[in-house]
Every structure is written in structure tokens, then in C-alpha cells.
């Protein structure tokens, strides 16, 4: 077991007796160090869980992270209830609000789930069952290890003696807290729970239409609020004709706010507040909201694009972050150069929930919200920073989310409604955006540009490799696309290079699903596919003569816990496999279809993909993807596992196809599903997953089957068509 992911007696358990009898145990768990400025380890942050047991043995696990779709408040509890020995049909989840000091982080994205979890939830649940036993022991006076449980029942093996759970809760809850370190978690193979394919906690309620979705909170008196904001990006409110707005019937009130000047908080706009969100939209057609629009009016996908061609054709990068032997005297003894430019669009996220959020300002000032957020922390840190108000006067609740995938992970959303509602005592505001408000002012995927050079010797062995990264940078924010010195083939290739420059922008970027990589590993893989063409071999083989040789790399320490390193035999585990899976180089694709091939590693994910593709009626067509993922040594919940890897196959599909997000006059031009298609069913090929199952913890599942996807695509389609598909989304004449 990882140090990291272990829990301090000091903080791991408190207890306290419910009302009426039971049990209630509060955990407080440390998270993992993280790791300060120079790689020094600084005091590790807190994780918790919270289990109730009930007189009639009902067991309530609180869920403490945000569900967006991925599991999460299905996964986590199954970890605590396996070493509970709880019965999973006996058990109730539910929501925690959020709560740092009593829950530690909680947060949405990264696959950062499991493995930061997978041994800390664990844990407590180890420590409830130890405490349940020691109370049946004392109450039957005998030794608790002689003791066993299953399904919430204890049993005494020298006479058959039982009791429930529920029968020992009361006092098992004045017992003092385990020692962690003395806890013995369960081994593999004595899983019940964890490893069995159990469905999403909330499918119920959503097959039957339920309302469990942020934009489905509905309280007493509430009302309904739509807010405008400029089209460009960094304007500011000049003036508007709020006397026409608020003359709409149904209209209570219309008032401008000032933004914080922070894209990622409260900007500039209008807020109209009517008795439903319909009449509120009407409203706001009327307001004819003049603008200051500034410098960035003059941005456009035009003007990015001419940019980064020059500064790719200067070869002048602003800096080079790696390089390892000698690249130029690589180039320069080359019998083969291959040179190329890529290109990827900025892109959207679009959740199927449009983003909404509901606030009540209290008497006392204090905020009472319902956000449907990935992050809800810094939100309520940032809400309460913005009204001058104490972190603990901000209180949300965090519901289920109707899609995610990074959106959101950042909080502008809730800024709006609390502002909106600061302005309302008393009266509880629900703030809901349209289609193409969320379309137009999103954190989007950001574009990126490379120039790629590889150099092969007269054996076809690959002995330099140069990539010149040019992407975005807004006032030197962290980029969510920035691309790591570690991406593959680094490490592999003697003499390598990697060098950036950066464009200023106003376009607000965030983390979109496998943020870097979806981008990163299209590049890199479709550009391989074109070396080892030049090479005489095809993709899988190159990239198992890249890392013959390679030793494993050392594990670190970060904000997950312990980070396994970089092992090359998981790559060629998932090569192998997925090659096997598809019958790569050993049987022929159907007429007028080929195998393109894919693989990455991201999110401590490895995964090769295989894609059978076709062009019917000059458009791609994707009819098998053969997927083989190596996630580490278990897989606790084969029915969400399953989920995660098709959404993201079919998300990184839809990518490919046909998303781009174009600035034009600084503002998107895009607006809506019509012009902005999300992949839809009759695109979904079949999907094959297989698991490689190695010895290491068990790794999550939001975001490392995408990347490999898009380059296996196009992999394919040149195949068929003789041309490479340098630039994304695919058009008709990459087809041709």
C-alpha cells in the first residue's frame, strides 16, 4: 500500500451516537501530499466519508464527489461498503453537500477518482466493520477476531450466534477510533462488491424522469433569471435599454453588473429576472445592451491561423522546454526526413444539462446555492470572496450533473447566479443559460499548431524527432493544452526536441475531456503513422521498436498519491492486445474498408485502439473500434468502466468528425446543435474492450480511451483515400 494513501489515526475517525440510537462515523482522511514548489512534500490535505447505520441495519454512505455521469457516486461507496462487508441491496447513497474540512477535496475531473480513493475509502470502511465487530464481542464476551461478517451480519463461528449491523450501531459508535495502520484491508480475491458490474445509483430516477439535475431544483417562491453578456470576449457594458426589458410582462426586475474582470468569475452583463426563465429570455431580446468590445473585436480563426503558419515557417520558436542529444546534427545525417504540419480547432463542451445554477440570498447575507458543478470548492471560496462573506456563509449543495466533460470545472456560472440573487434577499433565483449562450461563452479546448520533423536512418530507425508547438496563452493563465515534455515518443528517441510559442488571446480555455491529450495524441500518433510509412513498417510496430530497451520509469509523488511510472511493458501489453483483438496484419478489413491504429497514454491510462473505417458517400463511417485498456489491477465497477470507455471513443469519434469552434470578430461563431453536431447514434461503431490486467493500483476511466481514437480514424481514412488528414475536423476534400 502506497504511504501516501494512508490514513493518520488523528484525523481519520471521529464518532459520535445518532438521535434514536446508531451509528455515525465521520471521517476525516488525509488526501495525498502534495507536492510543493522544488518537489518538497508539504502536509497532505483530507479526505473523508460518512457512513450512518440505522436500528434496521440500513446503511447510508454519503457520496462526497460530484456526479457528472461518471459513477462517481456509485464507485466510491461500492469501496466502502466492500470492506464493510455491508449487503449492497441494503444500502442507501446520498449527496454530500460540500464541506472541505469535513470531506476533503471534492472534485470532478482528471480521472482523478480512483486513484485517490481506491485505498483511503477502503480504509473507512475497514475501520466501520472493525468497530461493529469489537461491539458484538464485548456485548457476547468474546475475542472480536474470532468474529466474521457478511452482508451486515456478524456471526460468531463457535455457536452461530448473529447480529446485525444495525443491532451493534448504537454502541459501536462510543467506541474509540482504529488505528488505520493496524486495519487489514481485504485481499482481491475476497472482493464481493468491488469488481461486479453494478448500475448507476441514480439510473432509476432518470430512466423514470425524475428530477435529480441541477436545472430541476425548484423551491418555494423561486423565480428566473437569464443574463447577457457581450458576444466578444473581454467587453464591457457600456448601457442597455433596461426600461424596455422591464416593461415585458412578467418581468420583476433588470439590472446591469459589473464584472470582476476575470473571465473565469463574474463578467460584465445584464440580469433580467422574470416569474419563469421563458418570459425572462423574451426580456432580454428588448435590452439592446451596447457594448465596448476593445482590442479583441479584431481576433478571428483567420487571423490565428495566418499567425501560426508564419511563426511555424520563421522556425523561430519563443522557447524549447526539452531537448535531448543533438537534434540538428540528427536532421543533418538523415537518409530520410519526414516534415509535417498539424492542426487542431479550439472546441466546446456542450453538456446536455445547459448550465444553470439556483441561489438564495438569506437575511443575513449568507448564500444558500445548488450548483451543478465539478468544483464545488473554489466556487464557494470565489462566491464568498466576491460578496465580502466568510467561506462558511456561502453553503452548496452539489447536484447531479446532466454532463460535464471540464465545462464544469470552472465556476463563472456560479459567480452570475449569486450576484443575480445578492441583488434579491429573500427570493431564491434560479439562473439558467440557453443553448447558445453555453455555446458562445465557454472555456474552450484550445487550438494548436505544430510543425513536426522526424529524421530516420538508412535502417529506417528513427534518431530525431522535432516538434514546434504554437497554441494560446491568456494573461499568462495556466493553458489547459499545454503540452507536457514527457509526451511520447520523448524519452524514446535520442536526439528529440520540443519547443512552443505561445499567441495572446482573450478566448476563455479549460480542461476538456483528456484535456492535452485529445489534442496531443492525434498529432503525435498520425504523424508516427506517416514515419513508419517512410519506415516500411506500420504504426504498431514502430512504436514497439520506440521503446524496446526502455526500463520502467521511477514512480512520484503528486496530487493523486503515488503516480506509477511510465512502464513501457503496459504499452506494449495494450499494443499486443488490441492488435490480437482486431486481427491486425493477420486478416484482411471488409472490401472498400481498412484498420487504422492508435495508441496513448494519459490520466495513468494506457490504451491502443484499433478502427475499422470506411467512405460512403464521401463522409467517413466507423464500424468497429477494437480497444484494449490497461487501467492497473482491477476494474471495480465493470458496468461504469464499460460506459466510460464507449463515451469516450465516441466523444473523441465526434471530434474528429465534425466539431470546431471558429472566432470571428471576437466572438464564436457557432451557436447551436445545428452547427456545432455532436456525434449522435448513427455514428456509434461497435465497440470491443478488453482489459489488461497488470500489478499496479487501479487507475481511472474519464479520459484515457479518447486520445487514441482520432488518430486511429485517420489513420484509417488514408488508407483509403491516399491522403493524410492533417487538420481537424475531417473535411470532404481529406476524403477525395
Known amino acids: 500500500m502506497s504511504e501516501m494513501g494512508k490514513v493518520s489515526r488523528r484525523n481519520f ?40 447505520i440505522a436500528p434496521d441495519g440500513l446503511v447510508t454512505i454519503t457520496g462526497k464527489n460530484p456526479e457528472i455521469g461518471q459513477g462517481i457516486k456509485t464507485m466510491l461507496p461500492m469501496l466502502i461498503a466492500e470492506e464493510l462487508d455491508a449487503d449492497w441491496d441494503h444500502i442507501k447513497i446520498v449527496q454530500g453537500d460540500t464541506d472541505g474540512a469535513k470531506y476533503g477535496p471534492q472534485i470532478a475531473g482528471g480521472s482523478f477518482a480512483t486513484p485517490m480513493n481506491w485505498f483511503p475509502m477502503r480504509q473507512v470502511g475497514a475501520a466501520a466493520r472493525q468497530m461493529l465487530v469489537s461491539a458484538a464481542g464485548a456485548k457476547w464476551g468474546v475475542d472480536p477476531a474470532t468474529l466474521t461478517t457478511s452482508k451486515g451480519v456478524i456471526t460468531n463461528p463457535a455457536n452461530g450466534q448473529t447480529l446485525s449491523y444495525g443491532d451493534v450501531a448504537s454502541a459501536a459508535a462510543l467506541l474509540p477510533a482504529p488505528d488505520p495502520k493496524a486495519l487489514k484491508l481485504k485481499d482481491q480475491k475476497e472482493f464481493v462488491i468491488i469488481g461486479r458490474a453494478i448500475g448507476g445509483i441514480d439510473s432509476p430516477k432518470i430512466v423514470h424522469g425524475e428530477g435529480i439535475f441541477g436545472v430541476d431544483t425548484l423551491l418555494p417562491g423561486m423565480v428566473y433569471a437569464a443574463y447577457e453578456r457581450s458576444p466578444v470576449f473581454g467587453a464591457k457594458f457600456v448601457s442597455a435599454d433596461l426600461a424596455a426589458a422591464k416593461a415585458m410582462p412578467g418581468v420583476i426586475d433588470v439590472f446591469p453588473l459589473k464584472g470582476t474582470g476575470a473571465a473565469d468569475e463574474l463578467v460584465d452583463g445584464v440580469a433580467v429576472i422574470a416569474k419563469n426563465w421563458w418570459l425572462a429570455e423574451q426580456a432580454r431580446a428588448k435590452l439592446n445592451v451596447q457594448w465596448d468590445n476593445g482590442e479583441w473585436a479584431s481576433h478571428s480563426t483567420k487571423g490565428y491561423d495566418e499567425t501560426a503558419r508564419k511563426l511555424m515557417a520563421e522556425g523561430k520558436p519563443a522557447e524549447a522546454f526539452r531537448t535531448d542529444g543533438d537534434v540538428d546534427a540528427a536532421f543533418a545525417g538523415a ?42 470548492q473554489p466556487g464557494q471560496a470565489g462566491v464568498a470572496k466576491m460578496l465580502g462573506l466568510k467561506p462558511d456563509q456561502v453553503k452548496v449543495h452539489i447536484t447531479r450533473m446532466g454532463g460535464g466533460f471540464g465545462r464544469r470545472l470552472t465556476n463563472d456560472f456560479m459567480f452570475q447566479s449569486a450576484a443575480i440573487a445578492a441583488k434579491m434577499p429573500g427570493t431564491p ?57 514527457d509526451i511520447f515518443p520523448a524519452g524514446h528517441v535520442v536526439n528529440l526536441r520540443y519547443s512552443q510559442t505561445m499567441m495572446n488571446t482573450a478566448v476563455p480555455m479549460g480542461a476538456l475531456r483528456a484535456p492535452g491529450s485529445n489534442g496531443l495524441a492525434f498529432v503525435t500518433q498520425a504523424f508516427l503513422d506517416e514515419v513508419a510509412e517512410a519506415a516500411g513498417k506500420d504504426l504498431p510496430t514502430l512504436v514497439m521498436e520506440l521503446v524496446e530497451g526502455a526500463q520502467k520509469e521511477p514512480d512520484s509523488q503528486g496530487f493523486t498519491g503515488t503516480t506509477v511510472g511510465f512502464d513501457p511493458e503496459r504499452l506494449r501489453g495494450v499494443t499486443k492486445k488490441a492488435v490480437a483483438m482486431s486481427g491486425w496484419g493477420k486478416k484482411k478489413p471488409p472490401k472498400g474498408h481498412a484498420y487504422g491504429f492508435g495508441y496513448y497514454y494519459s490520466h495513468q491510462g494506457y490504451f491502443a485502439e484499433v478502427v475499422e473505417a470506411s467512405i460512403e458517400n464521401g463522409r467517413p463511417v466507423v464500424h468497429n473500434v477494437w480497444t484494449a485498456g490497461d487501467v492497473g489491477n482491477q476494474i471495480i465497477n465493470p458496468f461504469g468502466a464499460l460506459n466510460q470507455v464507449n463515451g469516450a471513443i465516441i466523444d473523441g469519434i465526434g471530434q474528429a468528425m465534425s466539431l470546431a469552434i471558429e472566432i470571428e470578430g471576437g466572438a464564436v461563431k457557432q451557436s447551436n446543435f445545428h452547427d456545432y453536431p455532436l456525434p449522435r447514434m448513427p455514428v456509434t461503431p461497435e465497440i470491443h474492450v478488453e482489459w489488461v490486467v497488470t500489478d499496479h493500483p487501479p487507475t481511472g476511466l474519464g479520459e484515457p480511451a479518447l486520445p487514441p481514437v482520432i488518430p486511429a480514424l485517420v489513420n484509417a481514412l488514408y488508407k483509403l483515400s491516399g491522403k493524410r488528414i492533417r487538420s481537424l475536423p475531417i473535411k470532404p476534400e481529406d476524403l477525395a
Open 13 to 52: 475517525l471521529r464518532v459520535g451516537a445518532l438521535a434514536g440510537g446508531g451509528l455515525m462515523l465521520s471521517a476525516a482522511i488525509p488526501m495525498v501530499a502534495r507536492a510543493a514548489a522544488g518537489g518538497a512534500e508539504t502536509a497532505s490535505g483530507t479526505l473523508s466519508a460518512f457512513v450512518t
Open 335 to 376: 537518409a530520410k526526413v519526414i516534415d509535417a504540419q498539424y492542426h487542431y480547432p479550439f472546441l466546446a463542451h456542450v453538456p446536455m444539462e445547459p448550465m444553470n445554477c439556483t441561489s438564495l440570498c438569506h437575511p443575513d447575507g449568507a448564500m444558500e446555492m445548488w450548483a451543478p458543478t465539478q468544483n464545488p
Open 429 to 485: 433565483v434560479q439562473m439558467i443559460w440557453s443553448r447558445e449562450d453555453d455555446v458562445r461563452t465557454d472555456f474552450y479546448r484550445p487550438a494548436g499548431w505544430h510543425r513536426l520533423r522526424a529524421a530516420l536512418d538508412a535502417k529506417g530507425k528513427v534518431v530525431g524527432f522535432d516538434d514546434h508547438f504554437i497554441t494560446f496563452v491568456a494573461g499568462g493563465s495556466y493553458n489547459p493544452a499545454a503540452m507536457s515534455p
